[in-house]
């Protein structure tokens, strides 16, 4: 328009001006400037309580049951529960245009309490408030505590991998010192003592091209300890194998060869049963019992008397030797009290003047 504003235009663009206020004294400021009561709290609290009732009669739908959800419903949740009630429920009004659904009733309340008196606009200055102060730092602590765990984990995951390549490497070098192929260990080690006796064989054959050296360190020995060494001292078991052979071990630690020997192949199918038989875990259908020896008589001579004194390791009590001691219980200890002579006895002062 043509011509300088008038007082009404330049008094509506002065209402159109923003005014800064700090966000934590902004419930203040509504309280002063009257916009609210200074009692908006007992106003919230009683429309609060309508909210509880009401929450618990509004149908399922899934809008509606993410604001159940929610611990309280505030001004704009109520808002949002009106308006899905109003798409489901709101479709007959009465003569005078009011909602004839008993919900919608009571939710258009609702909302009117929170209008009336501005209490809707003192409870989200409260809420802001709150939320700057205290929520927000909260989420942003959370935040930072979440990446550190997120750091924490790539770094323990980075670890772990290099961790596994390398146990993974030394599994495979094991499994190929032990001539394995590490897929199934236990049935592979099992048939690996069945190349034993090959092996055996092998070292008979080439034990006599070392007779040289053991006669030059039965030489070496005799000159050092000056006198030649026993059987028993220079090499038993090198000797047995020279002199016997392919002996088992049972002949090597007695001296006499055992009387009866199971044969290889009904050993490494034995081996293989087992190893099939068993829980890949080490536990197997029968769980594993160690012996103490439980049962076992230890028969010692006695001191002077000639008998054998027997000590009993199970669990049928130790003998203390009482078994020829009378019954009466009532007997107690004699101390011999009566073959004391107590006549050369003299109590003498202390020597302490009263």
């Known amino acids: 328009p043509l011509g300088p504003p008038t007082w009404f235009e330049v008094a509506m663009d ?31 609290r009683d429309i609060q309580e309508r909210v509880g009732r009401a929450v618990g009669e509004l149908p399922s ?18 808002q949002a529960v009106l308006e899905g009630l109003k798409s489901t429920e709101g479709d007959t009004k009465s003569l005078f245009g009011q909602y004839t659904s008993p919900r919608v009733r009571e939710w258009a ?15 989200c200055a409260q809420q802001l408030i709150r939320n700057v102060n205290y929520e927000i730092p909260a989420l942003k602590q959370q935040i930072s505590k979440c990446q550190q765990t997120q750091r924490e984990c790539l770094r323990k ?11 993974k490497e030394k599994f495979e070098s094991a499994c190929r010192e032990m001539g394995i192929q590490g897929k199934n260990v236990c049935e592979e080690l099992a048939l690996v003592v069945t190349e034993l006796p090959s092996i055996f064989e092998t070292v008979m054959t080439q034990l006599p091209s070392v007779l040289p ?15 030649p060494p026993t059987e028993s001292e220079f090499l038993p078991l090198l000797s047995l194998l020279l002199k016997e052979g392919n002996v088992t071990v049972h002949q090597w630690k007695y001296g006499v060869p055992p009387e009866d020997l199971v044969p290889e192949s009904d050993q490494s199918q034995t081996a293989d ?13 029968e769980e594993l019992q160690i012996n103490w020896g439980n049962g076992i008589e230890i028969v010692q001579p006695a001191a002077e008397s000639g008998q054998t004194g ?41 020597g302490e003047e009263r």
């Not at 006669?215 to 006198?227: M, N």
């Not at 003998?319 to 006549?343: K, N, P, Q, R, W």
Request: include cysteine; glycine fraction near 8%.
């Open 273 to 285: 049963v087992e190893v099939r038989n068993g829980d890949r875990n080490g536990n197997g259908d």
């Open 14 to 44: 002065e209402q159109l001006f923003p005014i800064d206020i700090h966000y934590n004294k902004l419930l203040d400021w509504l309280v002063d400037r009257r916009h609210c009561e200074f009692k908006w709290h007992s106003q919230a």
């Open 157 to 167: 995951e980075g670890e772990c991998a290099s961790n596994s390549v390398m146990l």
């Open 61 to 78: 739908s899934e809008q509606l049951d993410k604001l159940k959800a929610k611990d309280k419903l505030h001004y704009y949740d109520c």
């Open 310 to 350: 027997v000590v009993d390791s199970g669990n049928t009590g130790i003998d203390f030797g009482d078994t020829g001691m009378g019954s009466d219980d009532s007997a107690g200890i004699d101390f011999g009290a009566e073959a004391v002579d107590l006549s050369g006895i003299v109590i003498e002062d202390s």
């Open 213 to 227: 050296a053991i006669t030059y360190y039965q030489a070496f020995l005799q000159h050092v300890v000056k006198r």
């Open 109 to 123: 309340e609702i909302v009117k309490a929170y209008e009336k008196k501005n209490v809707y606009l003192a409870e």
